[in-house]
């Protein structure tokens, strides 16, 4: 397989990730729960938007960049939260922080990221929003806020989509647990992709071997389990850390608007929407039906953030016609980071961000901020002839 071919869709790297990692890793990454099918919905959801292009504008000169959160980003879009990363290729987490500083694009960096907080957002220049799982005890979870305030961290996102683990096949049928159990299967599994096997062997011979490392740098977490509850958080949580946390911070993993609407009474400074990429449950409706909702239901300021089911530039703008604000890549990025580390991550930030420059200016937009709904087709139905001529006179 040559990792260096550039690559020219998300589908493209999926299929050279799943050649190159050993079975039980692409399933841990590609794999959704019960029988998978809300992780197709989400991107076959936006598919099925249409978008409606206006003419005789100049949009030979574009702005990709965006204001969100009170920061400004390079592109309308950064990397979702994801754990264990450096399983996809070893030191993971590092190349997306590099990739991250070069773009001025936040990477949110995981709970059960393979570095120290602290390290990935030196090395992300500051591009680095961290994502809190309310897990094991309040005085881990109390500890892992405070370092992230130290850090300087100015936004933290707290998910709550995890109160239970969901039940996912792929993983069972692997025997994938972290750490990781060793019996025939994943010993074949590890032979059988022998460029993973001896890359991460090489990589843990001057690093160590990938681990969770805010859980083993901590003087309160136990053991990390993957599929523990991550069940702490509630709305009395909610409301103590946003007395406690003095940055911006951010609620992941809300679908209904009536939780939308409770959590911006509460001060809370933004909303991400998601479904976790059909990983949680799989009957939940797909994220980007719920974002327009969401938006109705919180009014035009509040600060939203969408995910699960992005899959290239064009969903980027999609979800933001739709009502959000910022987007976060999810599977994308693991997509491309298994396909061909550095290069394969790199090949997917430039195709997603030039397929969304190019799709902002076909809608007739010059910069991001300008996009709303009125770039949605549907949005348009509703004129007629009558209505079209009318505006046309005045
Ligand atoms: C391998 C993997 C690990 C993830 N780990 C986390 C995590 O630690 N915290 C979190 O809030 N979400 C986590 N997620 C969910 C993502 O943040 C995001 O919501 C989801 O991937 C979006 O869907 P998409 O992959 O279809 O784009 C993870 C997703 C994947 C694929």
Redesign the pocket.
Known sequence: MNLSRPLFSVEEARKRARKRLPRMIFD??DGASGDETL?DF??EAMDNIRLMPRILLDVSERDTSTSVLGTTAGLPFGM??????SLAWPGADMIMAREAARRRIPL?V???SSSPLETIIERAEGHAWF?L?ADQSIEFVDELVDKAMAADYEVL?L?VD?PIPSVRARDLRNGFKVPMTWGPRQIWDLATHPGWSLAMMMHSLSHGIPRPMNYAASNHATRFVRNASRGLADWAFLDRLRDRWKGKLVV??VLCPEDAVRIKSMGVDGIYV?N????QLNAAPPAIDALGKIRAAVGDTMPLIF?????SGEHVIKALASGADFV?????V?YGLGAGGATGLSDILDLTGNEASAIMGLLGHTDIESIDRNSLASSHEHLSLRTVNRSIAE
Not at 328 to 332: A, D, K, N, T, Y
């Open positions: 841990f990454i992780r989400n991107t979702a939260p994801m754990g264990m990363c949110c995981s709970t059960a994502q799982y996102i998910t995890v992941k993993g998601s976790h990429g059909g990983r995910d699960s089911g992005i899959r976060m890549l999810g599977r994308s693991m």
